[in-house]
């Protein structure tokens, strides 16, 4: 309805914030992670199918448009952010995510792999409570914290990621 063609989630370092990995640099930590949320395959559940007693197939459907509109918002994004790394093979990546994480910059993603990845890089920076999440579309917006941060029945709430 909003024409939503990028999921932003900027992974970053806080001051005062312990990140689990002792590596110094660790305190560098600086990305942003871009999916695009209309389409892949946690958009495609209408296009699943059984194909015998013994499997099912899933069709994920990625257009030309949106991928355009995704990757030119990352080009702008990239241009005014700290330019690093390259263009890694997803596989590779996640493990240098986890081994060097202060070496990214801007990734664009499919919607399942944008955020798998964006879920574990948060564990990086404390929590899924330190990270922001916007959903860009042409003429409308919508901030929301990712899933996980919310504290139910605690009798307390942090509000980090929504302030972020």
């Known amino acids: 309805h909003f024409h939503l063609f990028a999921s932003v989630r900027p992974i970053r370092a806080s001051p005062g914030v312990p990140v689990p990995l002792a590596y110094p640099k660790a ?3 600086d990305l942003v992670i871009l999916l695009g949320p209309t389409e892949g395959l946690f958009t495609g559940r209408e296009n699943g199918e059984n194909t015998d007693d013994e499997g099912a197939r899933e069709t994920q459907t990625i257009t030309h448009a949106t991928s355009e509109r995704l990757f030119r918002f990352a080009f702008e994004i990239t241009r ?11 596989d590779a990546m996640v493990l240098d ?19 798998n ?7 990086l ?13 042409e003429q409308h917006a919508g901030f929301n914290p990712p899933h996980g941060t919310g504290i139910t029945g605690q009798g ?9």
């Open 27 to 29: 305190k560098d930590i």
């Open 156 to 164: 307390y709430a942090k509000p980090t990621a929504t302030i972020l």
């Open 80 to 90: 005014a952010h700290k330019v690093r790394g390259g263009p890694p093979l997803i």
């Open 97 to 115: 995510l986890v081994r060097r994480p202060w070496g990214f910059d801007v990734l664009p993603t499919e919607n399942i792999y944008g955020d």
């Open 117 to 123: 990845i964006s879920d574990l890089t948060t564990g």
């Open 125 to 137: 920076i404390g929590g899924m409570g330190f990270a922001a999440s916007v959903y860009i579309g």
